[in-house]
């Protein structure tokens, strides 16, 4: 399966682990700009410029446009998504959503395009657009809830619901002290590095392939094999 993520740093850091933890024949490439809301991937598609890495495990590979991305490979799943302190205000989503599934429709018809469902931020998380939620985790993860199944419904694309997985198990890893040293957030919005990252890969891929799939035993860097037990437990449940 041929996997190619249209976003920003949320992307990246929901993909950098996938081929790592694969058993199966996965190729995954995340196109990046840092902050990239879908009106900038609109945009891009009219300068045609080599605006994006093209990413593999979160390195860049090089610099590529939209087009040239889309028509690189035969894509079996192409996946879109809003900037992250957007994602829960549903007319941030217009007219730029509609443009870019059409453009993507237009290059690779036959990929199945997927709405990537973002987390929130973390309790006391100091980015400049949290106040657009009140500060308040839990009014985020509503919000994106909404907007999400809004879009969902209207424009007829399934959810990767990576941020369901981080949101639940950020929750719970606050309040069980079995999760003592796991943090998920490295500021408060970006995953951590490996955790969070490593807990969004697994959910990730659990959308395509089932537990059997996955190498269990791939451990990273930073990591203690109780710490990956416990992720992996998180993501079977979440």
């Not at 891009?44 to 080599?50: G, L, M, R, S, V």
């Not at 998504?81 to 994602?87: E, F, G, N, P, Y």
């Amino acid at each position: 399966m041929k996997i190619l993520t249209i976003g920003n740093s949320f992307s990246q850091d929901a993909t950098v682990y996938m081929e790592k933890i694969a058993l199966s024949d996965i190729y995954v490439r995340n196109l990046f700009i840092p902050g990239c809301d879908l009106k900038m991937h609109c945009d891009n598609i009219k300068t045609n410029e080599k605006a994006y890495e093209y990413q593999k495990n979160g390195k860049k590979l090089c610099m590529i446009s939209l087009e040239k991305a889309l028509n690189k490979e035969q894509w079996d799943v192409i996946t879109i998504q809003q900037v992250s302190h957007l994602s829960g205000i549903l007319n941030s989503y217009f007219p730029y959503i509609s443009e870019l599934i059409n453009y993507i429709r237009q290059n690779v018809p036959d990929a199945k395009i997927m709405l990537h469902k973002t987390w929130p931020y973390a309790h006391g998380c100091q980015h400049s657009y949290f106040s657009d939620y009140n500060n308040n985790t839990k009014t985020m993860y509503d919000s994106i809830n909404r907007t999400v199944k809004i879009i969902s419904a209207q424009f007829n694309i399934l959810v990767i619901n990576t941020g369901d997985c981080i949101y639940n198990s950020y929750t719970e890893c606050l309040f069980n002290p079995d999760y003592e040293g796991i943090s998920l957030f490295r500021d408060g919005f970006h995953l951590s590095i490996p955790h969070g990252r490593y807990l969004a890969a697994l959910c990730f891929y659990l959308h395509f392939y089932n537990k059997d799939q996955i190498n269990l035993k791939y451990l990273p860097k930073g990591m203690t094999y109780k710490q990956r037990d416990c992720l992996q437990s998180l993501a079977m449940k979440h």
